[in-house]
């Protein structure tokens, strides 16, 4: 088991920066591959920024490249999301997701979620 939990999220102007953190226990954090996502009031949950359990590799959604970086620190078992250049549009409860392989749509481990608001 690997229990995940965000922190990190709030209220925001347009234009503004916040900086998410998700801390793993559990399991050994650097076996995993890690991802964010968010869903929107009324939405579908989407896919954010995903990492290699090695950190080596990084993607991210269309809508967020150039704004938001992924990393994580494996010594201290925290993942992180740099969100810049927020919009009103980034508003989401934002989950920090983990699993073995690197399918995405295979993470079996989720956090609760931090709700960010970006605010016109």
């Known amino acids: 088991q690997v229990q995940l939990v965000e922190s990190g999220g709030g209220l925001v102007q347009a234009g503004g920066s916040l900086r998410l953190s998700c801390a793993a226990s559990?399991?050994?954090?650097?076996?995993?591959?890690m991802g964010w996502f968010r869903q929107a009031p009324g939405k579908e949950r989407d896919f954010v920024a995903g990492?290699?359990?090695?950190?080596?590799?990084?993607s991210y959604a269309d809508s967020v490249k150039g704004r938001f970086t992924i990393s994580r620190d494996n010594a201290k078992n925290t993942m992180y999301l740099q969100m810049n250049s927020l919009q009103p549009e980034d508003t989401a409860i934002y989950y920090c997701?983990?699993?073995?392989?690197?399918?995405?749509?295979?993470?079996?481990?989720w956090g609760q979620g931090t709700q960010v608001t970006v605010s016109s």
């Open positions: 990492i290699s359990w090695s950190g080596a590799t990084t």
């Open positions: 559990g399991r050994t954090f650097s076996n995993y591959n």
């Open positions: 997701a983990a699993g073995l392989v690197p399918d995405r749509r295979k993470f079996n481990y």
